[in-house]
């Protein structure tokens, strides 16, 4: 066989080969084990750069059960609320400060659509998972994000965060509970105020009187939340809490 056949058919292997490819174009680098780092500074960066774009400066978290049904007062209460927060703003493309929810079903959902209600931008957080998580037809389109890992997506929750407004909720909604209690009491993360809707809900499901009987938590732990008993409770909270800290929203 000539050398120029021999160079030629090799030249082919090299290009054909994977370790040739430009890194962002190599899918099963890309999604290797070593890359894993990339992944995570990928699935921060997109949804960090969107929302400055986008201008928006502090946000209000919903949490709740995807699992809400639009028949339950839940729903309605948590639409409510998305409406408080909707017309806070100067107008509806005012972003200063903007509701965020996990972007799926239930008292995700309704709490989005209260922001539509009243013409007001609003935040999804995605991701993908077995079941119940689709984008929920209320999200703003620019502001629809999925991500590949909790990790991040709870940052995005907390990084901007000016309050926490947690409806009756499961696994997910206590999961996001206790990750900013254990943040503010550990002081990795500055206190917010952050607002549990249902006093009979949430004292059946967690007994933190209990909790500080067996002084595995204190007094200064119990002041981390507070209770309220519906949207409008909860959003006068937020904004007292923030004109007693001297931070005013607005």
Request: proline letters at 5%; charged letters at 25%; glycine letters at 8%.
């Amino acid at each position: 066989m000539k050398k120029e056949s021999i160079e030629l058919g090799q030249l082919k292997n090299i290009i054909s080969g994977t370790s040739y490819e430009v890194a962002e174009e190599d899918k099963n680098f890309l999604y290797s084990d070593p890359a894993r780092g990339v992944r995570l500074q990928l699935d921060y960066l997109k949804a960090e750069v969107k929302m400055r774009e986008e201008g928006i400066d502090h946000t209000i978290v919903v949490f709740g059960s995807a699992r809400t049904p639009e028949e339950s007062p839940y729903y309605e209460d948590a639409r409510h609320f998305g409406q408080l927060v909707g017309k806070s703003g100067r107008n509806p493309e005012d972003c200063h400060v903007t509701l965020m929810t996990g972007g799926g079903p239930g008292i995700m959902e309704a709490a989005n659509r209260g922001a539509l209600d009243v013409g007001a931008k609003s935040i999804g957080l995605n991701i993908e998972l077995p079941h119940e998580q689709f984008p929920n037809p209320y999200i703003t389109p620019e502001l629809c994000f999925q991500f590949r890992y909790f990790a991040i997506r709870k940052l995005h929750f907390i990084h901007r965060a000016k309050a926490l407004v947690i409806f009756p909720g499961g696994f997910g909604t206590l999961d996001e509970l206790f990750e900013i209690l254990t943040l503010i009491q550990t002081r990795k993360s500055p206190s917010i105020p952050v607002i549990l809707v249902s006093k009979s809900y949430w004292k059946r499901v967690i007994d933190f009187d209990f909790l500080r009987e067996e002084d595995v938590i204190d007094n200064n732990d119990m002041k981390m939340f507070t209770y309220a008993n519906n949207a409008q409770e909860a959003w006068d909270k937020i904004i007292l809490w923030h004109e007693i800290e001297g931070s005013p929203l607005f």
